[in-house]
């Protein structure tokens, strides 16, 4: 009888409320849903920063991935948020955008944002990347010398393998004249 009053018991508790919910499921009227904004359009800050941490996250050929389809949105919508995120992917990626593109990007960025903390970000992209510009040049200087001296380095040791075949040249014929002079030198049996 017991078994009998948990079952009933039981079925009331969960049987219940699901044909409840059953009916209830019939009345619900369809609200419509605002459809969510443009992908890439937020200049919020913390929005981008979200980004620059996911974007971090990504495999290497996720990234240039990415990077293709912000060029292409940059190509037909360039909001100032794909550009954002086309700065922002620039960095870990490297294969976004160039320095110069990054640069002119930043500073059309600066012209266009209100958000003072955005522009602060932007003002420090903007210092980042001059030092990143100013280093690709000192290395490229270090590159073109270290080719120069490798390149002397190389003439130097062909004008020393040049010294060194004339040595033994001048070695074979001075050993030669000293035979010479050894077998002038000799009192000839014959004569």
């Known amino acids: 009888m017991k078994a009998y009053r948990c079952t009933v018991l039981l079925l009331m508790f969960f049987g219940i409320p699901g044909c409840a919910g059953q009916e209830n499921r019939e009345k619900i009227a369809v609200v419509p849903v605002n459809p969510p904004p443009p992908?890439?359009?937020?200049?919020?800050?913390?929005?981008?920063?979200?980004?620059a941490a996911e974007f971090a996250e990504l495999s290497p050929s996720a990234r240039v991935a990415e990077c293709r389809h912000l060029r292409q949105l940059q190509q037909t919508e360039s909001s100032l948020g794909v550009r954002l995120r086309l700065l922002v992917a620039r960095s870990p990626a490297g294969a976004c955008t160039g320095i110069g593109e990054s640069t002119a990007i930043t500073e059309a960025a600066l012209a266009e944002a209100n958000d003072e903390s955005l522009k602060s970000f932007l003002i420090?992209?903007?210092?980042?990347?001059a030092r990143f510009a100013r280093e690709v040049e000192r290395r490229k200087l270090l590159e073109k010398r270290i080719a120069q001296a490798r390149a002397s380095d190389l003439k130097a040791a062909r004008r020393l393998q040049l010294q060194e075949r004339e040595l033994q040249i001048l070695q074979k014929k001075l050993e030669a004249l000293?035979?010479?002079?050894?077998?002038?030198g000799e009192p000839n049996d014959g004569h």
Not at 42 to 50: H, K, Y
Not at 124 to 129: C, G, S, V
Not at 178 to 184: A, C, D, H, Y
């Open 39 to 51: 992908p890439y359009t937020s200049t919020d800050l913390n929005e981008l920063l979200r980004f």
């Open 124 to 129: 420090y992209h903007k210092t980042l990347l």
């Open 178 to 184: 000293k035979v010479i002079e050894q077998g002038l």
